[in-house]
């Protein structure tokens, strides 16, 4: 199965923002819904945000509080995740895949690693 690749993360200052993207080849995230997932050190990977394949419908984990935007191009074959005024807490290896409902289907590709640090 091909794997999404993550990408846009860097170290940034807590109130910062950044804006993530994960692609892959071919028709890999054709009709699905895809979502977002994050794993910090020594924590089980939760779920972040979901989006439907026409983009319209949306959900996302509590503790993002109208920070986070997930959207997509699906011509591009790309989703995104817009990141503002992010914790330390938000530090973590960001990922996507295709999901159902909150739950990942599939294998996880290569994530990108968001630090927040003053």
């Known amino acids: 199965q091909v794997q999404s690749v993550a990408s846009g993360g860097r170290l940034v200052q807590p109130g910062g923002s950044l804006r993530l993207s994960c692609t892959a080849p071919g028709r890999t995230f054709i009709y699905k819904t895809m979502g977002w997932f994050r794993q910090a050190p020594a924590k089980e990977r939760e779920f972040v945000a979901a989006i439907n394949y026409s983009g319209d419908l949306a959900n996302y984990a509590g503790f993002v509080k109208g920070r986070f935007t997930i959207s997509r191009d699906n011509a591009k074959n790309t989703v995104y995740l817009q990141m503002n005024s992010l914790y330390a807490e938000d530090t973590a290896v960001y990922s996507c895949?295709?999901?159902?409902?909150?739950?990942?289907?599939?294998?996880w590709g290569q994530g990108t690693q968001v630090t927040v640090s003053s």
């Open positions: 895949v295709p999901v159902l409902g909150r739950t990942p289907q599939g294998s």
